[in-house]
């Protein structure tokens, strides 16, 4: 379930996408709280507010970032692909990584694109 979490260009099953989303919503919560910190431990700030946006805007870029690595890692860059990428960003802005990874899940269950052991002109010369 929690196997290759960092190869973006391994196939997931749905049991596997579960794990995928699990371990990134974890990390998604952590870069949040050490952000979140760092604003109090700099400002001395206790405008709750503020850190309410901050950690969404932090959700949202987090969420965006790994959607696009998961599709340029498959070689998969079609427009219904950077859709759902830009649906991560807009569920990340609304619900945080716990509503954005749900479209990174997905991403990872599709069919790697690119060619393994493809031969670039450059590596001919």
């Not at 749905?14 to 794990?19: D, L, P, Q, S, V």
């Not at 050490?34 to 431990?41: I, S």
């Amino acid at each position: 379930m929690f196997k290759n979490l960092t190869n973006f260009t391994h196939k997931r099953s749905w049991k596997e996408a579960i794990g995928f989303y699990l371990a990134y919503l974890l990390i998604g919560f952590i870069l949040g709280a050490v952000v979140g910190l760092g604003y109090y431990l700099v400002t001395g700030s206790n405008n709750h507010s503020s850190e309410y946006h901050l950690g969404t805007l932090v959700a949202l870029i987090f969420v965006v970032t790994l959607s696009f690595v998961v599709i340029n890692a498959k070689g998969a860059w079609k427009f219904g692909y950077v859709l759902l990428a830009l649906l991560s960003g807009i569920l990340g802005g609304f619900g945080g990584a716990l509503l954005g990874l749900i479209p990174v899940a997905y991403l990872t269950t599709r069919e790697n694109k690119k060619v393994l052991g493809e031969t670039t002109p450059s590596q001919l010369i």
